[in-house]
């Protein structure tokens, strides 16, 4: 992955299609990229290494604030003369990787971004405050599909992003299809190519659309989910109940050996149990859901542990999105050059081929396992989490 320079108005993950961050990607293509991943870290608050803003930014009141939002953490930023970042190459591709990936980009969003896309069975919209993330999920399809180098782009032109979704309220498959979420309204997915939580300290952009959304006296729900527990900036805020915000959560034996970078467990149902007590509709996002031997102990105990965080919050509304693992041949390859010793298993011989939305190869759980599976857990959530109210399978 050599380059000299980056386009900053060049979107990082492809167009389509949308996928949720939590789930592996389906039908994209994918680069290996075994020679210059950084290992897996522990979680802690990024701090980028370098802050640079295009020209354009600075006409936008959010990127004024992110600005100064970076600043006052003691971080510099750089006023580029162009939309092109240069200066990122290293000594080798692994250094120049790292480069990128520590380093966050002020931008005005593509047009691209700005026309909104479906995004069933989560929302019956996606919208983008962000592209790139500093976490390192082994089944992430941002991980893998990369268009060029990841370096985080944050959107300077909010206020327009935020205004623009007024033209899609009342429309959507999912508003006008699924009885069971009727009570939502139309539903705006925030989380689709990053994880809010992993940068909303440097730019304040969820804060503002959960703000957004409270004020906005209409039949709309904001939705997002992360595996971060950086949620202190969201109690007291007005949200009046129109964000559901999700944590996305797996058993014990998944989430230590394949979310690098992301909080602990334990920290995510602090996280889930502090917004639920300030009146937030919450969510668990279960995903990918993998049967590793003794799933079933394994995937009780955390549903046990998301009734010991919650359980007892007064007026509690819980959801959860059930999301079963899959890959595709292009996402194995990543994952095994990039974790040659990786414990997940990606066996196409106990999976059943399948074709995705798009045409592409998919290898999902044979239709016996996927019956266990999911009988497993409809009984298991009615029987250990009796408030929550499970959105979906897949
Ligand atoms: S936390 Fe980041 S790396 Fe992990 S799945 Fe989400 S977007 Fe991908």
């Given at each position: 992955m050599s380059f000299d320079s980056v386009d900053l108005t060049r979107t990082l993950a492809p167009e389509t299609p949308a996928a949720p961050h939590s789930a592996s990607g389906e039908?994209?293509?994918?680069?290996?990229?075994?020679?210059?991943?950084?290992?897996?870290?522990?979680?802690?608050?990024?701090?980028?290494?370098?802050?640079?803003?295009?020209?354009?930014?600075y006409d936008h009141a959010h990127g004024l604030r992110i600005l100064s939002l970076v600043e006052a953490q003691g971080i510099e930023v750089e006023r580029l003369r162009s939309n092109r970042l240069t200066?990122?190459?290293?000594?080798?591709?692994?250094?120049?990787?790292?480069?990128?990936?520590?380093?966050?980009?002020?931008?005005?969003?593509?047009?691209?971004?700005?026309?909104?896309?479906?995004?069933?069975?989560?929302?019956?919209?996606?919208?983008d405050l962000a592209e790139g993330c500093p976490a390192h999920?082994?089944?992430?399809?941002?991980?893998?599909?990369?268009?060029g180098p990841p370096v985080t782009r944050v959107y300077a032109d909010l206020d327009d992003i935020l205004a623009g979704l007024t033209d899609y309220v009342g429309r959507g498959t999912i508003t006008s299809r699924r009885e069971a979420r009727r009570d939502e309204g139309t539903t705006f997915e925030a989380s689709c190519y990053t994880d809010p939580l992993a940068?909303?300290?440097?730019?304040?952009?969820?804060?503002?659309?959960?703000?957004?959304?409270?004020?906005?006296?209409?039949?709309?729900?904001?939705?997002?989910?992360?595996?971060?527990?950086?949620v202190g900036g969201f109690v007291g805020l007005a949200?009046?109940?129109?964000?559901?915000?999700?944590?996305?959560?797996?058993?014990?034996?998944?989430?230590?050996r394949v979310e690098g970078g992301t909080s602990r467990l334990e920290d995510r149902l602090a996280a889930l149990r502090r917004?639920?007590?300030d009146g937030y509709p919450v969510g668990v996002t279960i995903a990918p859901i993998?049967?590793?031997?003794?799933?079933?102990?394994?995937?009780?105990?955390?549903?046990?542990?998301?009734?010991?965080?919650?359980?007892?919050?007064?007026?509690?509304?819980?959801?959860?999105?059930?999301?079963?693992?899959?890959?595709?041949?292009?996402?194995?390859?990543?994952?095994?050059?990039?974790?040659?010793?990786?414990?997940?298993?990606?066996?196409?011989?106990?999976?059943?081929?399948?074709?995705?939305?798009?045409?592409?190869?998919?290898?999902v759980y044979p239709p016996e396992t996927m019956t266990?599976?999911?009988?497993?857990?409809?009984?298991?959530?009615?029987?250990?989490?009796?408030?929550?109210?499970?959105l979906y399978w897949t």
């Open positions: 039908a994209v293509a994918t680069h290996d990229l075994s020679d210059v991943a950084p290992p897996a870290r522990p979680a802690r608050r990024w701090t980028p290494k370098r802050v640079v803003a295009t020209p354009a930014a200066g990122l190459r290293g000594e080798s591709d692994r250094e120049t990787y790292a480069r990128a990936k520590a380093t966050m980009a002020i931008v005005v969003s593509p047009p691209s971004r700005r026309k909104l896309q479906p995004i069933a069975p989560s929302a019956d919209w996606r919208f999920c082994q089944y992430c399809y941002l991980a893998g599909s990369l268009s940068l909303d300290h440097l730019t304040g952009s969820w804060r503002r659309a959960v703000e957004h959304f409270g004020a906005w006296d209409a039949p709309v729900q904001l939705r997002w989910t992360t595996k971060f527990d950086d949200h009046q109940g129109r964000t559901r915000v999700r944590l996305s959560v797996n058993c014990r034996p998944v989430t230590t917004l639920a007590l993998i049967a590793v031997p003794d799933w079933r102990s394994h995937y009780g105990e955390l549903l046990d542990g998301i009734a010991a965080a919650v359980g007892d919050v007064p007026g509690l509304d819980l959801t959860a999105e059930l999301i079963t693992h899959r890959f595709t041949p292009g996402s194995k390859e990543v994952l095994l050059s990039w974790y040659p010793r990786t414990k997940l298993e990606m066996d196409e011989d106990s999976r059943t081929r399948k074709h995705g939305k798009f045409g592409a190869v998919k290898y266990e599976l999911r009988s497993w857990f409809y009984e298991e959530i009615a029987a250990r989490l009796p408030a929550g109210r499970i």
